[in-house]
């Protein structure tokens, strides 16, 4: 079993940044991809960013130049670097993980609202 705890969220304003982190704790494979998700009101819950444990990374387009993922595994920690931040960027932010072979683990979500 895997738990997944996920922090950092709040309240900022446009062209500001947030970190988020999400600590897992549990059995975790060595080999495995780590995520983040997010969910808006009213929409579907889209990826944001991945890293797998070698390191390799994948944006979605609309984050791209804006938000970095980065990982510890000695921590088995995951960040989320967002910077220049947006109204639209406003969603609660889930992480995944998920080894390889297998199925995934979420967290329980952290709201981030980009507001002024």
């Known amino acids: 079993q895997v738990q997944l705890v996920e922090s950092g969220g709040g309240l900022v304003q446009p062209g500001g940044s947030l970190r988020l982190s999400c600590a897992a704790s549990g059995s975790i494979s060595s080999l495995n991809v780590m995520c983040w998700y997010r969910q808006a009101p009213g929409k579907q819950r889209e990826l944001v960013a991945a890293i797998i444990s070698g390191g390799s990374t994948n944006y979605a387009d609309s984050v791209k130049g804006r938000f970095t993922i980065s990982r510890d595994n000695s921590k088995k920690t995951v960040y989320l670097q967002m910077n220049s931040l947006k109204p639209e960027d406003t969603a609660v932010y889930y992480c995944?993980?998920?080894?390889?072979?297998?199925?995934?683990?979420w967290g329980q979500g952290t709201q981030v609202t980009v507001s002024s």
């Open positions: 995944n993980y998920r080894p390889i072979p297998g199925v995934g683990y």
